[in-house]
T-cell receptor
Framework: EAQVTQNPRYLITVTGKKLTVTCSQN?????MSWYRQDPGLGLRQIYY???????DKGDVPEGYKVSRKEKRNFPLILESPSPNQTSLYFC??????????????FGPGTRLTVL | SQKIEQNSEALNIQEGKTATLTCNYT??????LQWYRQDPGRGPVFLLL?????KEKRKERLKVTFDTTLKQSLFHITASQPADSATYLC??????????FGKGTSLLVTP
């Protein structure tokens, strides 16, 4: 089954404790992306990657890191989480149709609470 | 500054009617626009993509129009059903591969 998986699905942590949210896709997609979704602010892009070792900032990259060492995986790293990073996080992947993004497949989401 | 505006107020319609949702944008020159459906607590699900040189696209009961002069896309669901109740998001490309989403419009279809 074609899918994007994220782990963990729920996480409660404390300020400053480094964490990683994993994302994996089994569709051989070149493009992967991370979003956060907050009430009243909608879905905002954090980082995206067009292929292995190619990453770029989205609209809200501060406080986050990503890496793309393999095509299927795109982990999101919070080196020193703060309460304002409490949010619902989505990973997504897509194939590239030339200069266009094809449909994005979203993961189930990770609900993160930073105390 | 760049803006993507979708009706913030929920749209309530009766089953069987056509629902029309609006997406307006400013300071974008998108090559394409996408529409997604999102149910509470779940990830968005892709519905339709329309390119800048396409005026209209259809898929089953869904129809999307894209007017680059008006800087607007309309999303229609014909013969709406209670199962269509969800939040609908439009998304525009921003300089190629970054994708910006509107805040979404909540649709409620009542029997």
């Amino acid at each position: 089954e074609a899918q994007v998986t994220q782990n963990p699905r729920y996480l409660i942590t404390v300020t400053g404790k480094k964490l990683t949210v994993t994302c994996s896709q089994n569709m051989n997609h070149e493009y992967m992306s991370w979003y956060r979704q907050d009430p009243g602010l909608g879905l905002r892009q954090i980082y995206y990657s067009m292929n292995v070792e190619v990453t770029d900032k989205g609209d809200v990259p501060e406080g986050y890191k990503v890496s793309r060492k393999e095509k299927r995986n795109f982990p999101l790293i919070l080196e020193s989480p703060s309460p304002n990073q409490t949010s619902l996080y989505f990973c997504a992947s897509s194939s590239l149709a030339g200069a266009l993004l094809d449909e994005q497949f979203f993961g189930p989401g990770t609900r993160l609470t930073v105390l | 500054s760049q803006k993507i505006e979708q009706n913030s107020e929920a749209l309530n319609i009766q089953e069987g009617k056509t629902a029309t949702l609006t997406c307006n944008y400013t300071n974008y020159s998108p090559a394409y626009l996408q529409w997604y459906r999102q149910d509470p607590g779940r990830g968005p699900v892709f519905l339709l993509l329309i390119r800048e040189n396409e005026k209209e696209k259809r898929k089953e009961r869904l129809k999307v129009t894209f007017d680059t002069t008006l800087k607007q896309s309309l999303f229609h669901i014909t013969a709406s059903q209670p199962a269509d109740s969800a939040t609908y998001l439009c998304a525009l490309d921003n300089s190629g591969y970054a994708l910006n989403f509107g805040k979404g419009t909540s649709l409620l279809v009542t029997p």
